[in-house]
């Protein structure tokens, strides 16, 4: 059975030391860094199930942490573990993408709790959002075949949920208006004119503005693309 990785990142030994026997305590494997530059690298390296992140610390602070994993993309849970119990710095560790804020001294049952607890929340929310492609304003659900923008649906008929789910499911790609007809009608017989008058149809539903499309593009000469 594999076992969830959590990521200690403090700069005193005899704190990562405690939090790695509450962390093995839960079921959990615990890895610990000992800087916030050794953090960042390991999660470039290696996928983490949450981190437990210290704010003070020599160098690159707990701060500078999330907001570097943060804007490479990484989006594991980070519960931020500090001495400092000032609300300024709870609300801004949360505002710059940490999921909690704990204050030391700290209970170890909690943590744990706490741990395992936001563990499970992110790996539903992962399996959900394996039902839905998103891209940009717009989410297509794989499982009702629905088209949301904004999280408002809007409505399609069987040829234009089809058509967008094609475009959805291969962004930036070109399509040849032959591809296009294969794909949706199942016919290598192409109606020029039924394609366009889907294009237009769909550019009407989803467009801010269907005269100038940011999304549905004409790529004169060779086809049609989706962009986010």
């Known amino acids: 059975m594999i076992s969830e990785k959590v990521l200690i990142v403090d700069d005193d030994l005899s704190v990562r030391k405690v939090l790695a026997k509450v962390i093995q305590s839960n079921g959990i494997e615990p890895y610990q860094a000992s ?54 710095d709870t609300l801004y560790g949360l505002d710059i993408g940490a999921d909690d804020y704990i204050t030391k001294p700290f209970n170890p049952v909690l943590l744990g709790a706490k741990v395992k607890a936001l563990i499970r929340r992110n790996k539903q929310a992962s399996s959900d959002n394996q039902n839905y492609i998103t891209l ?76 100038k499309p940011k999304h549905i593009k004409t790529i004169w000469g060779l086809g049609y693309k989706f962009s986010e």
């Open 35 to 88: 800087s916030g530059e050794e953090a960042v690298r390991l999660l470039q390296e290696n996928k983490y199930d949450l981190i437990l992140l210290d704010i003070v610390m020599n160098g690159m602070d707990g701060f500078e942490v999330v907001q570097a994993i943060r804007g490479k993309g990484i989006h594991t849970p980070i519960i931020i573990l500090s001495g400092r119990n000032e609300d300024y």
């Open 136 to 211: 940009g304003p717009f989410q297509y659900s794989l499982k009702t075949f629905k088209l949301y923008k904004n999280e408002e649906e809007i409505p399609l008929s069987a040829k234009e949920n089809l058509m967008m789910k094609v475009f959805m499911e291969n962004k930036e790609r070109v399509f040849t208006k032959e591809q296009l007809y294969e794909l949706v009608w199942g016919d290598v017989i192409v109606d020029d004119n039924a394609i366009m008058v889907y294009i237009s149809h769909l550019r009407n539903k989803i467009e801010d503005d269907p005269k």
